[in-house]
T-cell receptor, first 107, second 114 residues
Framework: KNEVEQSPQNLTAQEGEFITINCSYS?????LHWLQQHPGGGIVSLFM???GKKKHGRLIATINIQEKHSSLHITASHPRDSAVYIC?????????FGTGTSLTVIP | DAGITQSPRYKITETGRQVTLMCHQT?????MFWYRQDLGHGLRLIYY???????DKGEVPDGYVVSRSKTENFPLTLESATRSQTSVYFC?????????????FGSGTQLSVL
């Protein structure tokens, strides 16, 4: 049983497309994190949110606490957005991670 | 800008050998973590440490040993490497453990056990 489920697992988009990655979780959380991992690279934190919506450049993250669901949106996608996006939840005493969504943006 | 560094970046070893992966952070974060990342699994916690000389097991601790004699260092040792320990290992740190805080990750160590 996975505490965090992401969809889709793999996603290919044309440059400029609007992209949505979904995350559902089954545990009570204090915060939800979206992480980005470039091929062969480390993992960086994009967002940490516990309610509502956050925006950073072309990236938008939303969370619905009642439905235990979060989405990561990328507007006007670019090849440099190609990466694995990982959803993680913080229950207050540990983190649980999704298996990631591999995004490829084609020029 | 130092942050959190892991070494080596890549390591190939043989079954039965002892291997130590190093992790060093410059932020004086109290909490440090070791995760492994395998295809089909999310990041899985191996061990974590709340402070110097305080360590505890995570989800998959078998076959691993950690120590934390200094706040900035958190080495992970595979005492007798097995092929199932072939993985990418990430060290992470944060200020206040797993409360409402960010995790900062190292660049990872890709370990192959032959």
């Amino acid at each position: 049983k996975n505490e965090v489920e992401q969809s889709p697992q793999n996603l290919t988009a044309q440059e400029g497309e609007f992209i949505t990655i979904n995350c559902s979780y089954s545990v009570g959380i204090s915060a939800l994190h979206w992480l980005q991992q470039h091929p062969g690279g480390g993992i960086v934190s994009l967002f940490m949110l516990s309610s509502g919506k956050k925006k950073h450049g072309r990236l938008i993250a939303t969370i619905n606490i009642q439905e235990k669901h979060s989405s990561l949106h990328i507007t006007a996608s670019h090849p440099r957005d190609s990466a694995v996006y990982i959803c993680a939840v913080n229950t207050g005493n540990q983190f649980y991670f999704g298996t990631g969504t591999s995004l490829t943006v084609i020029p | 800008d130092a942050g959190i560094t892991q070494s080596p970046r890549y390591k190939i070893t043989e079954t039965g050998r002892q291997v130590t992966l190093m992790c060093h952070q410059t932020w004086s974060h109290s909490y440090m973590f070791w995760y492994r990342q395998d295809l089909g699994h999310g990041l899985r916690l191996i061990y974590y440490s709340a402070a110097a000389d305080i360590t505890d097991k995570g989800e998959v601790p078998d076959g691993y040993v950690v120590s934390r004699s200094k706040t900035e260092n958190f080495p992970l040792t595979l005492e007798s490497a097995t092929r199932s320990q072939t993985s990418v290992y990430f060290c992470a740190s944060s200020h206040l453990g797993t409360g409402n805080v960010k995790l900062f990750f190292g660049s990872g160590t890709q370990l192959s056990v032959l």
